[in-house]
C-alpha cells in the first residue's frame, strides 16, 4: 500500500537489501526524526516502555520540549554560522568567482543545516549538479538511503554509491523508487545506472535510458576532471575520521537519554497537571458523577477534580464516611531539578564539558533548554574543523570539475584553501589574546605573520603574509609629506615612490604605485649618499645607482630625491688640484 500525492501513488520505500543496512537504516532514519521534529511517535514508544498502559493513559500527550540530541548537535555546528571564506594562491579571482557561484546556490546556509546533520548522524551525502548555464545545485542526502563501497587503501572514501531515491517516471508519471549507481572503482569503465527497485530492495529492470536518455559506461559517463579520470559527483561528510565509512553508532546514549529526558518530562508535566496539589481521599464514601475513561486495560473510573471544584460524595454502606487528603503527589521542584541534572549527564556524553553547559535562567534548577557556551562552541569548532575543511574541499573540488565540463570554463581543480570564521570573542577574551600575543612578539617568541595566523584562524602562511603587506602599504597611503626623502615613516623611516591605487574594497590596485619603505638607519644611509654627490665624493650616476641597488627605490623616484645634486660634478681630488681661477 502506498500514500497518495494527489492523482499519483507514492509506493511504500523497500527495506534495505542486507540486515546489517536494515539496522544502520534504521537508527540513522530515528536520528533524522529527532533532528526535524518528527519524532512524537519514537517518544510515545519509549513511554511505553517505562509505564504501563493504564498508567500511560492518564499522562496525557507525549511532551517535547525535551530534546538534548537536537538542541546540543544543533548548538556544535557552529561552522556556518558565517560563510567561509574561499581562496587560491594562483587564482584568487577564479576562487572568488566559485564562492559567488556558491553563494547563489544557497551552499553556506544549506550547509549550516546539513553540519548538524552530519554531526547527529555521523555521516551525510552531497550530491553536486551543474548546469550549461553556470548553476551549481546541492542535494543533501540521508545515511538511510545510501549503501557505499570504497577502496580497501581507503575504507571511508567511497568509490560506488548506491542511493535510494523516489522518481517520476519520464514517460508513465508513475512515482517508482529506484537505485542510483555511481561506480567508479575500475577508472576504466565507469558508471552511472538507474534501476527499478525490487520488494526485497534489489535492483530489478534498468531504467537508465528512460531517464538520461543514453546509457552512461565507460567513455559514455560524463562526471571527469581536467585529466580525463572519472569522479563521483558525490561527497560523504564525516563527523570524525574513524578510517571507516559509517559510524552510525556512535554516541548512542545521547539518543537514547534524550528520549528517557523527554519521558520524564512528559511525567513531570503529569506531575504538575494532576499531582501538585493535595491528594483526596473518601472512607464510606463514593464520588458522585464517576465516568470510565480509556478501554481494555487501560479502563479506570474517573471523575473530573479541581483545585477550584466542589465534590459530592455518596454514603456507602451504614459506616460514617470518612474524607481526608493526602499531601501532594509529586514535589515538582525536585522533580524539575533531578530531570535537569539527567539532561546535563546526556548532554556529557556529546563530548561537552560541564564547565560548557549552562541554563539561559538563572539558577541551576531552571528548566530552560541545555545552553552551550561560546568557549564550549568554540571547541566544537575546532574538534570539527579538520574534517569539515577536509569534505569542504573535496566539495568544492568536485563543483569547479562539473562546472567546467558543463560550461567550458576553466576554474582551478585543485588546491583550493577554506577559512571558517570563527566565533566572534567577548570583550575579555579579545583583550586576553591581544595582550598574550603583543607579549610574545615583544619577547621574540612569535613573528607578525604568527600573530595574524593566530588572530585570523584558518588563514594560511603566504595568505597572512600578502595581507600584512597588504596593511603596510594601505598605512603608506596616508602619511603626510615631510622632506625631500618623500614620507615618513615614524621613527625615522620614509616611504619613497609613488602611492598605489586602492579600489572601493581597501584593496592595492595591480600594477600601480612602486613604494619601498625605508627604516631611520636606511634613511640616514640615503642621505649620506646624497651628500656625497654634493660634497663631489660620489658621481650622481653613481650616486643613483646606488640608491636604487642599495635600497631598492625606484629609479624615477631616486632622481627626485637627487634633484639637481652633482649635475655639475667635478671630484673633490679634481678640484683640489686645479690652479687658482682655473675654471675646468
Known sequence: ?????????????????????????????????????????????????????????????????????????????????????????????????????????????????????????????????????????????????????????????????????????????????????????????????????????????????????????????????????????????????????????????VVYGSLTSACLFSMFVHAVRDCSWPQRWAVGAVPMGLGIDGAGTSARQTVATDPASILLFQNEGETQPQLGQFSPGADVEKLL???????????????ISPSNLTRNHGTPRSGYAVTVTQSGRREAQRKFEGTTRAAMLETLRISAILLNRATGSSLPEDDYTIRFQSIPLSEQERESLRKDVLEKIGAGLMSKVDAYMELHPGISRARALEELQRIQLEESVTVPTSSVLGVNGGDGGAVIGDAPEIDNEGNIKPGTGAQVVLNGAQVTAAQGIVTSVALGDLPRDSGLSMLVEFFGIPYDAANRIMGTVGLGFVSATAAAAQPAGSSD
Open 1 to 253: 500500500m502506498g500514500l497518495s500525492l494527489l492523482s499519483s501513488t507514492i509506493p511504500n520505500p523497500p527495506p534495505a537489501p542486507t540486515a546489517e543496512d536494515t539496522a544502520r537504516w534504521e537508527h540513522s532514519a530515528l536520528r533524522l526524526r529527532m533532528l526535524v521534529g518528527r519524532w512524537s511517535e519514537d517518544l510515545d514508544r519509549t513511554i511505553s516502555l517505562h509505564i504501563d498502559p493504564t498508567r500511560r493513559a492518564s499522562w496525557g500527550v507525549p511532551d517535547l520540549s525535551s530534546n538534548v540530541f537536537r538542541s546540543v548537535t544543533k548548538q556544535l555546528a557552529c561552522l556556518f554560522d558565517r560563510p567561509p571564506t574561499i581562496d587560491h594562491a594562483g587564482a584568487p579571482d577564479q576562487a572568488a568567482e566559485l564562492a559567488r557561484l556558491c553563494a547563489r546556490s544557497g551552499l553556506w546556509s544549506l550547509m549550516a543545516r546539513t553540519q548538524a546533520n552530519v554531526i547527529g548522524l555521523r555521516e551525510y551525502g552531497i550530491r553536486i549538479h551543474a548546469t550549461a548555464d553556470g548553476e551549481i545545485l546541492y542535494r543533501p542526502i540521508a545515511p538511510n538511503r545510501l549503501i557505499c563501497g570504497a577502496d580497501p587503501d581507503r575504507p571511508d572514501v567511497p568509490v560506488y554509491v548506491k542511493e535510494l531515491r523516489l522518481r517520476q517516471h519520464p514517460i508513465t508519471g508513475d512515482y517508482q523508487w529506484t537505485w542510483n549507481e555511481l561506480d567508479i572503482s575500475d577508472p576504466s569503465a565507469p558508471y552511472e545506472r538507474v534501476t527499478l527497485t525490487d520488494p526485497r530492495g534489489g535492483s530489478a529492470l534498468d531504467l537508465t535510458a528512460d531517464y538520461f536518455g543514453e546509457d552512461r559506461i565507460g567513455d559514455a559517463y560524463p562526471y571527469r576532471n581536467a585529466s580525463g579520470d572519472p569522479v563521483l559527483p558525490f561527497v560523504l561528510w564525516h563527523a570524525e575520521n574513524t578510517a571507516y565509512m559509517w559510524d552510525s553508532w556512535a554516541n548512542s546514549e
Open 337 to 351: 531539578e533531578s530531570i535537569t541534572k539527567f539532561e546535563n549527564r546526556v548532554a556529557e556524553y556529546a563530548g
